[in-house]
């Protein structure tokens, strides 16, 4: 079966960094789409980026464009989401998914995995 699971999430202060990780397995994960999203409590779920698994190009949210970046490292099955200069409004649960489409995650994805929860706090 297919799935996903996001962690590395944490306490930071504001202006700093963290990385998150999606580890997956159950799907030939060098074929597909990777997207991570996020939820804080109030507020939409939001797209955040997409890394295509056609050309590797990804895309990103203008909430994030600049700070954060996402990477995938195919043998390690895992996609990575390097956050920087993070911002109390960056606090939200992060989530990968994918809709095992080669170019791009919907902003309703088929797949999802549970989330790590990431607090930008002083």
């Known amino acids: 079966e297919v799935q996903l699971q996001a962690s590395g999430g944490g306490l930071v202060q504001p202006g700093g960094s963290l990385r998150l990780s999606c580890a997956t397995s159950?799907?030939?994960?060098?074929?597909?789409?990777i997207g991570w999203f996020r939820q804080a409590p109030g507020k939409e779920r939001e797209r955040i980026s997409c890394i295509s698994s056609y050309d590797g190009s990804t895309s990103y949210a203008d909430s994030v464009k600049g700070r954060f970046t996402s990477t995938k490292i195919n043998a390690k099955n895992t996609v990575y989401l390097q956050m920087n200069s993070l911002q109390p409004e960056d606090t939200a649960v992060y989530y990968c998914?994918?809709?095992?489409?080669?170019?791009?995650?919907?902003?309703?994805?088929?797949?999802w995995g549970k989330g790590t929860l990431v607090t930008v706090s002083s």
């Open positions: 998914a994918t809709d095992l489409n080669p170019i791009l995650v919907s902003t309703t994805p088929n797949y």
């Open positions: 159950g799907f030939t994960f060098d074929d597909y789409a």
